[in-house]
């Protein structure tokens, strides 16, 4: 398990020495974090602003796996218990070493089981390649939820895979925390001026998003080959609606 900690306190500071004691009684209280637990402690200076995507990329950066999942937030909601299952079910591969002789394994989006597709439930995690070409980029909304911003994200890997994501229905997921689907509503029915502005910017990233993506795979398909053809018509499906703004 790759770690990521984030803290505003100096290395050889009390707080960063209290910080480090906290991590090794964990690996000591759980035996099998000895070999697989890899935290990596990133000082940030005390006015530097929360940049939630931007830790999740360096995480996944710096992890010894070759696939990770991204886990977006607080665990507003708390994982089902057969998560691990489900994950260690997944095959892996090392994109360094067989790249040429396997398949490359598309993202899954671990969801409840009320969303099959694009939107997905909020803060729902996703297992990518840790050299997949896709990262989540940071998005400068102010006064949004972490599920309202996380979304985008999803938005991202779900555009740069054509759809092509394998998703995963799980029960038991339990709410822990204020920041979700509830939460969302009242922000938006309380603060009616940012959900509009809110709307509009991301209609705006959408169409970016799309019009990057279809050039991309214009100057790139194969005009002779059936499941690009099946990809030109579903960027040109889903985009319609965020073409124009």
């Given at each position: 398990?790759?770690?990521?900690?984030?803290?505003?306190y100096?290395?050889?500071?009390y707080q960063?020495k209290?910080?480090?004691?906290?991590?090794?009684?964990?690996?000591?209280?759980?035996?099998?974090?000895?070999?697989?637990?890899?935290?990596?402690?990133?000082?940030?200076d005390r006015?530097?602003?929360?940049?939630?995507?931007?830790?999740?990329?360096?995480?996944?950066?710096?992890?010894?796996?070759?696939?990770?999942?991204?886990?977006?937030?607080?665990?507003?909601?708390t994982?089902?218990?057969?998560?691990y299952?489900?994950?260690?079910?997944?095959q892996?591969f090392?994109?360094?070493?067989?790249?040429?002789?396997?398949?490359?394994?598309?993202p899954?989006?671990?969801?409840?089981r009320?969303y099959?597709?694009?939107?997905f439930?909020?803060?729902?995690?996703?297992?990518?390649?840790?050299?997949?070409?896709?990262?989540?980029t940071?998005?400068?909304?102010?006064?949004?939820?972490?599920?309202?911003?996380?979304?985008?994200?999803?938005?991202?890997?779900?555009?740069?895979?054509?759809?092509?994501?394998?998703?995963?229905?799980?029960?038991g997921?339990?709410?822990?925390?204020?920041?979700?689907?509830?939460?969302?509503?009242?922000?938006q029915?309380?603060?009616?001026?940012?959900?509009?502005?809110h709307?509009?910017?991301?209609?705006?990233?959408?169409?970016?998003?799309?019009?990057?993506?279809?050039?991309?795979?214009t100057?790139l398909?194969?005009?002779?080959?059936n499941?690009?053809?099946?990809?030109a018509r579903w960027l040109?499906r889903?985009?319609?609606?965020?073409?124009?703004?």
């Amino acid at each position: 398990m790759s770690l990521l900690v984030a803290t505003p306190y100096p290395p050889g500071s009390y707080q960063h020495k209290d910080l480090l004691s906290i991590l090794a009684r964990i690996q000591n209280e759980n035996p099998s974090l000895r070999k697989t637990l890899v935290a990596h402690v990133l000082h940030l200076d005390r006015i530097t602003e929360n940049r939630p995507n931007a830790f999740l990329n360096l995480a996944r950066l710096l992890s010894p796996c070759p696939r990770t999942v991204l886990f977006p937030g607080n665990l507003s909601y708390t994982p089902p218990k057969n998560l691990y299952k489900t994950l260690v079910g997944q095959q892996a591969f090392s994109s360094s070493a067989v790249a040429g002789r396997m398949h490359k394994r598309k993202p899954v989006v671990f969801t409840m089981r009320e969303y099959a597709s694009f939107p997905f439930a909020p803060l729902a995690p996703v297992l990518v390649s840790r050299d997949d070409s896709t990262w989540c980029t940071e998005r400068f909304f102010a006064n949004v939820s972490r599920s309202v911003d996380w979304e985008e994200c999803l938005w991202q890997v779900w555009l740069a895979h054509f759809g092509d994501v394998e998703v995963k229905q799980l029960q038991g997921w339990a709410p822990a925390l204020p920041d979700s689907t509830s939460s969302t509503s009242s922000w938006q029915s309380e603060n009616p001026v940012m959900e509009k502005i809110h709307r509009r910017l991301a209609a705006k990233f959408r169409g970016e998003t799309c019009a990057l993506a279809i050039r991309r795979f214009t100057a790139l398909r194969n005009l002779s080959n059936n499941a690009d053809t099946k990809k030109a018509r579903w960027l040109k499906r889903v985009c319609r609606g965020w073409s124009s703004g």
